[in-house]
């Protein structure tokens, strides 16, 4: 069974940092053959895109709303990608998923990805 576990997320005031994870077993998804997103749902608010890494050369998108502040990679010997995110404000609040497709290439849509972890809570306040 497929699974992707998303870790790290918290409280943290403006300003200050967090850092994602999201694992997978690499005998049921290895990451070497997978594109790995970050998606965020806010309250109230649609599901979207905020950052992907592609399985093949390690290219990297993100929404413009994050440039600057995120940063995505990945560690296959871990079969992990992490999601580093500074300077962190309150419209950033929101659950964060990760989120895989197999193949090379690059999406911040979500219908172009197969499996989905549960998400992790990050909650920007002072």
């Known amino acids: 069974q497929v699974q992707l576990v998303e870790s790290g997320g918290g409280l943290v005031q403006p300003g200050g940092s967090l850092r994602l994870s999201c694992a997978a077993s690499?005998?049921?998804?290895?990451?070497?053959?997978?594109?790995i997103g970050w998606f965020r749902q806010g309250p109230g608010k649609e599901r979207e895109g905020v950052s992907c890494?592609?399985?093949?050369?390690?290219?990297?998108q993100y929404a413009d709303s994050v440039k600057g502040r995120f940063t995505i990679s990945r560690d296959n010997a871990k079969n992990t990608v992490y999601l580093q995110m500074n300077t962190l404000k309150p419209g950033d609040t929101a659950i964060y998923y990760c989120?895989?497709?197999?193949?090379?290439?690059?999406?911040?849509?979500?219908?172009?990805?197969?499996?989905w972890g549960q998400g992790t809570q990050v909650t920007v306040s002072s």
């Open positions: 989120a895989a497709f197999a193949g090379a290439g690059l999406s911040l849509y979500s219908q172009d990805y197969n499996y």
């Open positions: 690499k005998h049921t998804l290895d990451y070497d053959y997978y594109t």
């Open positions: 890494i592609s399985s093949s050369d390690d290219m990297t």
